[in-house]
């Protein structure tokens, strides 16, 4: 059994930072990518952020400079460091891990529930 817990949304004023937590936990193998996602009201799920075992780091065109993704392998974290929110930032947001839970399984996605972040004054 593997869990992803999000943590750390709320409402914030444009202009404003957040920080969002996601933890792993259950048989754990290996985490390979982890990333953030997000979803607003009637639109499509999109990759904000993902970082790589190795530590290499991607970002969507529209948080880059803004937002840092930031995982801790030890702990199986992954954080999001929102700044200088703006309206448009309004979504839901999704953890997710590519991992295995056994050595020699192959590795599949695992989805946190989500956590609602909502940027207004």
């Known amino acids: 059994q593997v869990q992803l817990v999000e943590s750390g949304g709320g409402l914030v004023q444009p202009g404003g930072s957040l920080r969002l937590s996601c933890v792993a936990s259950?048989?754990?193998?290996?985490?390979?990518?982890m990333a953030w996602y997000r979803q607003a009201p009637g639109k499509e799920r999109e990759l904000v952020a993902v970082v790589t075992d190795a530590g290499l780091t991607s970002y969507a065109d529209s948080v880059k400079g803004r937002f840092t993704i930031l995982r801790d392998s030890v702990k199986n974290t992954v954080d999001l460091q929102m700044s200088s929110l703006k309206p448009e930032d309004t979504a839901v947001y999704y953890c997710?891990?590519?991992?295995?839970?056994?050595?020699?399984?192959?590795?599949?996605?695992?989805w946190g529930q989500g956590t609602q972040v909502t940027v207004s004054s």
């Open positions: 259950g048989i754990i193998a290996k985490i390979y990518n």
């Open positions: 997710r891990a590519d991992l295995k839970t056994y050595w020699w399984s192959g590795s599949r996605d695992y």
